[in-house]
């Protein structure tokens, strides 16, 4: 059963809207919210008429199932499920969809038409429990290239939100960021930059941070200067069925514990898949990504992230990278066409990222379990730090384990084995640490078998 609705009259004078903004991140970084205006809106309800300033209005409330067209005095239907419904054949779509978004209550759905939608300024969701939904993820189109204010095309701000079936394009900083929530779903959303390997793109496509329960769903992210598919600090999340491509980082998992990423397209990224637990953050820990079926091909494009960060320093051609992170499998992958290598499980290596400057960092990769993959044509033209790392080979070897172990550890605990169940001549384990005496190809202790991780999705 559908509710009434009347009909905002949107004028161009002044109308007050909630919004904020936040400064663009660096890699791994946890920006602080600033820049944040916050007013209420003040539009007026009627029935009928035409603002001989705007024209009719666009933007229907909920309260009833048709909205009056004002120009016609007609009835126009509110489509079905939606609360609120923004076209854009609006003189004033900006100040109908900031609206939109400060006035909708928890469970109600805001709908956007067909078309391209042009912001100037941030789009915050601070409600909980609310919808944001486009008429088609390649129909309904925002369009943030002349962006002047805020830190991201959209913010999310409260529990539970779901955005779907819409293209967010252009944005100076990242794309789609939600904050420190617990319940956040993506679904069918597309993010990126036009520009190829172009640093002065966003960061970030999607960046859901320091949250709980995410889904990632059916999304394509492209052009981020980081990382396209960004979970930071988080836990108890799904990424799944979405494509990757043309970004820094394809799909990167860091500092987050209890994520399946699984039956997705990372392609043509700088590096497809990474896993990764960095120093100097909030949470110090990340554990137990389960990786799997997957498909990684061809992450050869160039690095175009900032020299000065982490992300900046990762070696093209890269398939799937653990970095600093336990228990973690990886299996069932199509793993090809990589230039460096297909798979490499490292620590945090002094040599590569220098020293973490941080006492409670563990800079090592134990218990991580790679597994019936199908890895082959990776490690043909790899980078030249790859190069220090795999013995000056090329063609270099497809899988490579660091050499790091934790000498204040038991080594015989199995619990701390990086086991993986690959081809032998495929194999070569680095000196990272300079810890072993030196790289060698034995594959002796890393046979061994890790525990299988829940396939199915974390998230409550």
Same mark, same amino acid.
């Given at each position: @059963?559908?509710?009434?609705?009347?009909?905002?009259?949107?004028? !161009?004078?002044?109308?007050?809207?909630?919004?904020?903004?936040?400064?663009?991140?660096?890699?791994?970084?946890?920006?602080?919210?600033?820049?944040?205006?916050?007013?209420?809106?003040?539009?007026?309800?009627?029935?009928?008429?035409?603002?001989?300033?705007?024209?009719?209005?666009?933007?229907?409330?909920?309260?009833?199932?048709?909205?009056?067209?004002?120009?016609?005095?007609?009835?126009?239907?509110?489509?079905?499920?939606?609360?609120?419904?923004?076209?854009?054949?609006?003189?004033?779509?900006?100040?109908? @969809?900031?609206?939109?978004?400060?006035?909708?209550?928890?469970?109600?759905?805001? #709908?956007?038409?067909?078309?391209?939608?042009?912001?100037?300024?941030?789009?915050? @969701?601070?409600?909980?429990?609310?919808?944001?939904?486009?008429?088609?993820?390649?129909?309904?189109?925002?369009?943030?290239?002349?962006?002047?204010?805020?830190?991201?095309?959209?913010?999310?701000?409260?529990?539970?939100?779901?955005?779907?079936?819409?293209?967010?394009?252009?944005?100076?900083?990242?794309?789609?960021?939600?904050?420190?929530?617990?319940?956040?779903?993506?679904?069918?959303?597309?993010?990126?930059?036009?520009?190829?390997?172009?640093?002065?793109?966003?960061?970030?496509?999607?960046?859901?941070?320091?949250?709980?329960?995410?889904?990632?769903?059916?999304?394509?992210?492209?052009?981020?200067?980081?990382?396209?598919?960004?979970?930071?600090?988080?836990?108890?999340?799904?990424?799944? =069925?979405?494509?990757?491509?043309?970004?820094?980082?394809?799909?990167?998992?860091?500092?987050?514990?209890?994520?399946?990423?699984?039956?997705?397209?990372?392609?043509?990224?700088?590096?497809?898949?990474?896993?990764?637990?960095?120093?100097?953050?909030?949470?110090?820990?990340?554990?137990?990504?389960?990786?799997?079926? =997957?498909?990684?091909?061809?992450?050869?494009?160039?690095?175009?992230?900032? +020299?000065?960060?982490?992300?900046?320093?990762? +070696?093209?051609?890269?398939?799937?990278?653990?970095?600093?992170?336990?228990? =973690?499998?990886?299996?069932?992958?199509?793993?090809?066409?990589?230039?460096?290598?297909?798979?490499?499980?490292?620590?945090?290596?002094?040599?590569?990222?220098?020293?973490?400057?941080?006492?409670?960092?563990?800079?090592?990769?134990?218990?991580?379990?790679?597994?019936?993959?199908?890895?082959?044509?990776?490690?043909?033209?790899?980078?030249?730090?790859? !190069?220090? !790392?795999?013995?000056?080979?090329?063609?270099?070897?497809?899988?490579?384990?660091?050499?790091?172990?934790?000498?204040?550890?038991?080594?015989?605990?199995?619990?701390?084995?990086? #086991?993986?169940?690959?081809?032998?001549?495929?194999?070569? @384990?680095?000196?990272? #640490?300079?810890?072993?005496?030196?790289?060698?190809?034995?594959?002796?202790?890393?046979? #061994?078998?890790?525990?299988?991780?829940?396939?199915?999705? +974390?998230?409550?």
């Amino acid at each position: @059963m559908t509710t009434r609705t009347s009909v905002l009259t949107l004028s !161009l004078l002044a109308l007050p809207v909630a919004l904020a903004g936040c400064p663009a991140d660096d890699v791994g970084g946890d920006a602080t919210e600033s820049d944040t205006e916050a007013t209420t809106s003040s539009a007026s309800t009627t029935t009928s008429g035409t603002d001989p300033t705007t024209g009719p209005t666009t933007v229907a409330e909920s309260g009833s199932s048709s909205a009056a067209d004002t120009s016609t005095g007609e009835d126009v239907e509110l489509p079905e499920g939606c609360d609120y419904f923004v076209s854009a054949d609006s003189a004033n779509v900006q100040e109908d @969809m900031l609206t939109a978004l400060v006035d909708v209550q928890p469970m109600e759905v805001v #709908c956007v038409g067909e078309g391209t939608f042009t912001f100037t300024r941030q789009l915050t @969701m601070p409600t909980d429990d609310v919808t944001l939904r486009g008429a088609g993820q390649d129909t309904t189109i925002f369009d943030f290239s002349g962006q002047k204010s805020g830190g991201n095309g959209i913010l999310i701000e409260g529990d539970r939100n779901t955005i779907e079936a819409l293209t967010v394009v252009e944005t100076p900083g990242d794309g789609i960021r939600a904050n420190d929530v617990d319940g956040v779903v993506f679904r069918n959303v597309t993010v990126g930059w036009a520009a190829e390997a172009d640093p002065t793109n966003g960061a970030y496509a999607l960046y859901p941070v320091q949250s709980q329960n995410v889904v990632i769903d059916g999304c394509v992210v492209y052009g981020a200067a980081d990382a396209g598919v960004y979970l930071g600090q988080s836990g108890k999340s799904l990424i799944e =069925n979405s494509e990757a491509y043309g970004n820094v980082i394809g799909i990167e998992v860091e500092n987050s514990t209890d994520v399946v990423v699984r039956n997705n397209n990372a392609h043509d990224n700088t590096n497809g898949i990474l896993i990764i637990t960095l120093p100097g953050l909030d949470t110090l820990d990340g554990k137990r990504a389960n990786v799997h079926g =997957n498909r990684i091909v061809d992450n050869n494009t160039v690095n175009f992230g900032d +020299p000065g960060t982490t992300v900046g320093i990762l +070696p093209p051609g890269a398939g799937v990278l653990l970095v600093a992170t336990d228990t =973690n499998e990886v299996w069932d992958n199509e793993i090809t066409g990589n230039d460096s290598f297909g798979v490499a499980v490292v620590g945090f290596l002094p040599s590569l990222f220098g020293d973490p400057n941080d006492p409670e960092f563990d800079i090592y990769s134990e218990g991580n379990y790679v597994h019936d993959n199908v890895i082959s044509g990776n490690a043909t033209a790899p980078d030249q730090l790859v !190069l220090v !790392l795999n013995g000056n080979q090329t063609p270099g070897p497809e899988i490579i384990a660091g050499g790091c172990f934790n000498a204040e550890l038991d080594q015989d605990d199995p619990a701390l084995a990086n #086991c993986l169940t690959v081809d032998a001549e495929q194999f070569f @384990m680095a000196d990272g #640490c300079q810890q072993q005496g030196g790289t060698n190809t034995d594959l002796a202790p890393f046979t #061994c078998t890790q525990p299988a991780l829940p396939t199915e999705s +974390p998230v409550d």
